[in-house]
Structures are given as C-alpha cells and as structure tokens.
C-alpha cells in the first residue's frame, strides 16, 4: 500500500490549477467511460457492420485533426483558460444527440461535434507545460493525462452495472451529467494569457530536425497501431469470439483503463529520470505482448492480465509530448502541439479505417497488425528517441 501511495504522490506536487484540471479530466472520462468500451457494440445495435463501425469512428478522429493546427493558433492568440472551458462545454450536448439516435448514421453529427471538442488539446499541453517543474516536464504530463485512464478505471465497472438494469442508449444520461460538471470544474482556473513568443509565431511550423521528426513518426505510429484494435474492434472481438455480455466487456474495460493509468503515472516518472527512448520501448513491447496474447488467448481469464498489458498504449504519447515541449526554444504552442497532435489524430483515423476491413476479413488480424506495429515502434523509440535532444535547451534559458 505505501509503495503505491509513494507512486500517486504527485498528486500533492501539482500547482492547484494543475490539480483542477485533473480533477475535471478525471470526471470528464469518467463520463466517458460509463459507455465507451461498449460504443461499438451500440453501433452494431443501430445496424453498423465492421467496415461501417470503422468508418464511424475514423470520421470522429478526422474531426479532431482537422481541428488540431487551428486549436494550436488559437492556443497562441487567446486565453487558454477560455479555451479550456468552451471546449469542455461543447461536449455537453452530445450525449442527449447519441440518446436519440436511430440509425448508425445518425450518431455523426454529435460525433463530429466531441471530436471537434479536442480543438483545445493544443492549449492543455500548452497549460500543462506552462505551469510544471521544466525539469520533470514527462511527470507534470504523465499526472495531468493519468486522470484520462484513472477516470475510466471506476467507469465501465459503474457502467456495466447500470446495464444490469438499463440499455446502453440510456447510460448517455449520466454521461451528460458528469460532463456538465466537468466543465464547471474549470471556471475556478486562473487566466493563462498567450506569450508574446507565440502570438508573434508563424501560424505553421514544421518539425526542423531528425529527432522533431521522428516524435511525429511515433505520434502517427503509435496512434495508427493502437486505433486498428481498440477502442472499436476489441469490443467486438471479445464478444463474437469469447462471446461475452455488454456487462462482461464493460469490467474488461476496466482492466484496461487500469493499465493505462499505471503506465501512464509510472512511464511519465520513470522518463523524467532515465532514458525515455529505451523506456518507452521496453513498455511498447509489453503492450505488444499484450495484443498478442489477446489473439492467443482462448478463455476470458487468460485475456484480463493481456487486455491490462494492452491499456499502456497510449502512456507512450505522453512522454512523447514531454520531450516536444522542450525540444525547441523558443517554438510556438501551436507549432510544437497542434501540428503533432493533428498527425496523431490523422493515425487514429489510418487505423480505425482499415482495422474495420482487417476485422471483416479475419477478427484475430487486427490485433496481429497491432502487435507487429507495436513491436516496430519500440525499435524506433529505442533507438531514435534521446533525452539530449528534449532537454538541452530547457538549461540554457
């Protein structure tokens, strides 16, 4: 129990604005999570079939990148506090749009709406890295963003719960009101004005070096190899192949989101004092043995330890964002964030499109396709990714 105290003990380091904003993502996935890991599964009771849940899900990632760059320059001319809260704001209505849904189809338009949401991305790593320690920069990201899996640890256990009694259409309701919360958590942040370094900063800047590029490789990568399986396919795969409950997938969310959270808080702690390249890819193979054994596994109690190995995907991205805050001096919030982020949001939609086709084909593909990926990226993390790179010139301000 201590040791586990001592690993969430960032939690009273944080400046207060920091830790409100945790506490807001963290209600914000909660409500998330109530029906995220049986979404897909909501689709196909709306008449979706693979190909088509696929295609659902990557026009949502395609709203969030085609929302990224703009989020970045606003990110540079505007109060991120503001931004903060419109962004959280516009989440609000979606719920009640997904309740009243008929067909697969209708669920788009509030879809494109929570996906174009994430415009303000950009001004919450620009926040994050405005106000955590320049030294530890990976673990003020890693404690900020674990409130994205810890708020879905407790959910999907909450939300298969509900299905005991209620239908996934009607979950959305408590989804609207944990959100609507969320979004008045943020009201209390103090004002984060633009700097004058970033309101004077080209509306566009690309990645200048080999080691800027290949963060944008692995951003792609990560995301691309990660979107092929979950959060839309793995759903379906444990209940047409292991033939399990709406509920059952629900706990198995659980698990997952568990594993993100503790990767998430141990990889953005042990990055801030190692290597991170040669970090993240020892975790990278870990998720591919999880996606691995995932395919492998034929009872529901052999995939629980995998599907937790599997929740450390997205940890990766968190470091990666770390390292890019400080890469450059002087370079522009939507330069350093916005431009990545929509490249990362451009491969969740490469993957969930041709996961769709991989899962119509043959349903253990996709998670194959996930672990040679995975396994691809930890090569690269280890040896392309350096911490000289990320850190040199925080000490030369």
């Known amino acids: 129990m201590m040791r586990w105290m001592g690993i969430l003990s960032w939690s009273r380091s944080l400046p207060r604005d920091l830790r409100l904003l945790f506490f807001s993502l963290y209600l914000w996935t909660f409500g998330l999570g109530i029906y995220n890991y049986v979404w897909s599964l909501y689709l196909t009771q709306l008449n979706a079939n693979p190909e088509q849940v696929g295609l659902v899900s990557s026009i949502g990632f395609f709203a969030a990148a085609i929302s990224m760059i703009p989020g970045g320059i606003l990110a540079n001319k505007y109060d991120n506090r503001t931004l903060l809260i419109i962004g959280w704001a516009m989440s609000i209505p979606v719920p009640i749009l997904f309740y009243f849904s008929r067909t697969w189809s209708d669920v788009i338009p509030g879809l494109i709406v929570l996906q174009l949401s994430a415009f303000n991305v950009p001004a919450m790593n620009a926040f994050i890295s405005a ?17 994205f899996p ?9 939300g298969s719960l509900l299905l005991t009694w209620l ?33 004077k900063a080209p509306l566009l800047e690309l990645p200048r070096s080999s080691r ?39 706990l198995l ?14 990889l953005g702690r042990w990055a801030a004092t190692r290597n991170p390249g040669s970090t993240i890819a020892k ?3 870990l998720v591919a043995g999880g996606a691995l054994g995932i395919a492998l596994a034929g009872s529901p109690l052999l995939v629980v330890p995998m599907v937790f190995l599997l929740g450390g995907a997205r940890a990766p991205s968190y470091v990666a964002y770390s ?11 939507a330069g ?62």
């Open 150 to 158: 810890l708020g879905l640890v407790l959910s999907p256990a909450v």
């Open 212 to 250: 800027e590029l290949t963060i944008l490789a692995f951003l792609f990568g990560g995301a691309a190899a990660f979107s092929i399986t979950s959060p839309s396919f793995l759903p379906l795969f444990l209940q047409d192949q292991l033939h399990l409950t709406d509920a059952q997938i629900q």
């Open 323 to 333: 390292l890019l805050s400080n890469m450059r001096e002087g370079k522009s919030r």
């Open 131 to 147: 106000l955590g320690d320049q030294k530890r920069m990976s673990s003020a990201f890693g404690a900020v963003y674990s409130a």
């Open 336 to 397: 350093r964030f916005g431009f990545y982020l929509t490249f990362e949001q451009l491969g969740l939609v490469a993957g969930s499109f041709v996961g769709g086709f991989l899962y119509a084909s043959n349903h253990t593909s996709v998670l194959i396709t996930t672990f040679v990926l995975f396994v691809l990226l930890a090569a690269l993390a280890g040896f392309r990714i350096r911490r000289g790179a990320a850190t040199s010139k925080v000490h030369n301000k």
């Open 167 to 199: 239908s996934i259409r009607d979950l959305f309701w408590f989804t609207l009101a944990l959100w609507t919360v969320s979004t008045i958590i943020l009201f209390p942040l103090k004002r984060q004005p633009p700097r004058e370094v970033d309101s």
């Open 283 to 285: 975790e990278l193979m």
């Open 253 to 266: 969310g659980t698990v997952q989101s568990l594993g993100s959270a503790i990767f998430a808080i141990l």
